[in-house]
C-alpha cells in the first residue's frame, strides 16, 4: 500500500498482544522508519522468533528510534545492522551508554552459547550455527547511535520531527514524540516506551505529552497496582530478618538496570536503621556493577530527592553509604558464594532467572527451607521466575531437577512500569481525545487497561494484533 503524502501508516511487528520483542515500522511519504528492535523473551518460541528474517528490509530503513535500552526494546539491533541497516539510531546519551554495556553482554553470550553447541553438533555430525550477532555487530551499533538531550526537537526527514520526554523507568529512558506534517495535515504519535513507576526509587516521574493525535502505550501492568515503596521496604525488611533467624541465605534475582540499583538503595536504608542483619552482600553481576557505576555517575538524571535522602542531604558520601556492597566479578568469586551456607544477600542476574549467575545460586539454595528468594520485577510467561512465582514445587535447572523448599517473595513496589491506576492517570492527563493502541502487555493486562481507559477518557481503545497496520 502505498503511503498518503499526509498520512503516517504504522505497522506492529512485536509486542502486539506480547509483553515483549518491541518493534514498530512508521513510514510516511519520505521515510521508512523502525521505533525500537527487541528481543523476544520467555516464550518457547522466543529463539526462533529473533532468527526469524526481518518483515521488512533493514536497508530499507532511514532510521531508528529507541525509547531505551532494556533487551526487549534493542536486543535485536545488532542482528538488523549486522542485515544492512545503517542509518542514524536517536536515543538519549545514557540509553547509548547502556546499550555499550547491555548488548556487548548479550552479544558474548551468544557467543558463548554458539560455542559450547557447536562442539555438540560438530561430533553429531550436525549443521552448526552461527551467533544472533557477534561483538563486532555491536561496535557498529554503538557508532551509529546519535544521542538526544530530553525536550530537543530533532528533524529526522522532511516533515517529520522528533523529541523525547522523560520516561521515568530507567536511566536515559524516553517517551517518543514524532511530529508529521504535509499537505495541510498535521499528526502526532506519541509512543509511552516502558512507563516509569512514580512511587519507584531514583528516577523522576514520568512526563505527559501535551499534544498527540495517536498514543501508543505499554500495558505490562494494566490490571494490577503495585504496593506502595514503604510496605514494600517493611516486606523486605521482615524477609531479612526471617532468612538471618534460619541461617539461611536471600536471593534476589535483579534485572541489572533499575531494579538492581533500587534494592541496593533499599538495603542501604535499612542499614543505616540497622535492619540489615546479613553481613555480606554481594553484587554477582559484572553488568550490574557496571551499570550501578554508570548510574552512580549520572545523579543529574536521578531524583534529587531519593539521592539526599540516601546521603542523609551530603552528610555521607556514596562510598561510605554503599560500603556494605560487595561487588564479584570473576567466575571464580561467584562460584565461592554457593559455599556460603547462611548469611548473605546475594543479588544476580537475571531478573527472570532464565540465564546468568542467579541460576547456579538457585541451584544450591532453592532446595534448603531456610533460602529465601526475593522477586522484584516482572517474570514473563514460560521464564523460571514465571514457574516459581506461580508454586512450581519442582524446577530443572541446569540440568538437574531441583526441588522448591525455599521461600519465595514477591515485592510488587520494585517495578519500574506503571502501575493500572498510573497508567489511566498518565493517558488521562493527556490533553484532547487522541486514539489510543496498546501494546507491551499480556492479554489479561491489555484487557483490563483497554475497558479502564475506555470508561474513564471515553476515548477510542485499540489492542493491534501482530503484523496489523494503522494510519494516523
Known sequence: MRVKTDSLKLTFYGAAREV???CHLLETAHIRLLLECGLHQGDPEAERRNRAPFPFEPSSLKALVLSHAHLDHSGLIPRLVAEGFSGPIYCTRQTRDLLGIMLKDAAYLQERDVQWENKRRERAGRPLLRPLYTQQDVGRVLALCEPVVYGEHIAVAEGLRLRFLDAGHILGSAIVELDVRGEGRHCRLAFSGDLGNPGSLLMKDPQVPQEADLVVMEATYGDRDHKDMDTTQEELAQILALAHAA?????IPAFSVGRTQEVIYQLAMLRRQGRLPQPRVYLDSPMAIDVTALYLGNLAALDRKDIDRLTDRGRHSLTEVLEFLRPTRTTEESMALNRIQGGA??????GMCEGGRIRHHLKYNLWRRQTQVVIVGFQARGTLGRRLVDGAQRVKILGGEIAVRAGIHTLGGYSAHAGREQLLDW??????????CL????????????????????RRIEVPRMGETIEC
Not at 541461617?247 to 536471593?251: D, F, I, P, R, S
Not at 544477600?345 to 537475571?350: E, W
Not at 501494546?439 to 471515553?458: I, Y
Open 20 to 22: 515483549t520483542g518491541s
Open 427 to 436: 493517558a488521562e492527563k493527556i490533553p484532547g481525545s487522541p486514539r489510543i
Open 439 to 458: 501494546v507491551h502487555g499480556e492479554e489479561v493486562a491489555l484487557a483490563a487497561l483497554a475497558d479502564g481507559l475506555a470508561a474513564r477518557t471515553g
Open 247 to 251: 541461617g539461611g541465605n536471600v536471593l
Open 345 to 350: 544477600v546475594i543479588i544476580a542476574g537475571s
